[in-house]
C-alpha cells in the first residue's frame, strides 16, 4: 500500500504514467477524501484549542462562557464522529490503489498481459 502522503502530492504524476494501471482504482476519491479528512481534522483542532483557552481561564466562569463550552463539547463531539467516518472511507478508499510497479516490469495493455 503506498503512503497516503504519496497518493495525494503524487495522484496526478500516477494517474498520468500509469493510465492503465490506475484509471477506475479510486484514485481521484482518495484525493477528494483526503481533503475532507484534513479540513475537518482541521476544524476540530480550532475548536479543541478554543475550548483549551476557555479552560485555561481562572476563576468562576460567567453563563455565556459555560454556554460556549457546552456548544464546543457537542461541535468536538460531531466533528470527532465526522474525522472517524472519513478515516474510515479512506482507508477503503485507499485499498483499492495498487502500488506502483518495479520499473523493469513491462507494461501491458492491461493486467492479464
Known sequence: MLARERLREGAEDLLRQFPER???TGMEPFVELDRERRESVTKLEEKRRRRNEISAVR???DPAVLEEMKALKDEIRALEA???ARETQLSEAERGIPNVPHPT????KDESA
Open 59 to 61: 476563576g468562576k466562569p
Open 105 to 108: 516490469v513491462p507494461r501491458g
Open 82 to 84: 465526522e474525522v472517524e
Open 22 to 24: 490506475y484509471r477506475g
